[in-house]
C-alpha cells in the first residue's frame, strides 16, 4: 500500500530553511556518515514538493542549465509541484504542476507512484495539508546541529503526541534521524 512520507532535514529548533529560503546552514554540517538518501529514493514513486522548494532545487542545483542532472536526482519518476505559477521545467523532467487542495490531487499522485511510496519533499507547509487530510503516513526528520533565529518551520500544525508514533531513532554522523508512524485522527496505532 502506498505510504506518503514526509522526509526533511530540520534545524535541533525546527526550520527547514532560513529566512531568505536558503539551506545553506545545512550544507555547512560535515555529511560524512550522513543518512543515506538514495536508499530512501529507492522506495520513492513520485515526488511532491511546493514552488519555493522546486525554485529552490532549479536555481541551486543549475537544474535549467544542466537538465541531465536532474535525472541523476529525478530520475524517471514524476514530480508535483504545487504552485499557482508557470514555472520553467528542465528538459526531459517529469513535472506536473498542480494548483489547488491536495485532496483533488491526491489520487491521481497515488495512482503515480504505483506501488511504491510519496514522498513529499517540502516544504513544511505542503506536508501539512497532507496532514490536515488524514494523508500523512510517516514524518521522518534528520536533525542537524544547527539553530536558526527563524524561518521555514518544519511542519506549521499543532500535532500532539497522540498522533506520532516514534517507530526508530539513529545516530548518522552529525546528523540525529527520527522516524514517526503518523496516526489518523481518532484511530489507534497504524
Known sequence: MTRIVYYTASTLNGYLADDDNSLAWLFAVDDAGSPDIAAFMAGMG??????TTYEWVLREEKLLENPAKWQQYYGDRPTYVFTSRELPVPDGADVRFVS??????LPGIIADAGALDVWVV???GLAGQFLDIGALD???????PALLRGGAPLLPRNLGP???ELRSAGMFGQFAQLTYAVKKPGTAAP
Open 46 to 51: 513520485v515526488f511532491v514538493e511546493g514552488s
Open 100 to 105: 489547488g487542495a491536495v485532496a483533488d490531487a
Open 122 to 124: 517540502g516544504g513544511g
Open 138 to 144: 510517516e514524518l521522518v526528520v534528520t536533525m542537524a
Open 162 to 164: 497522540d498522533r506520532l
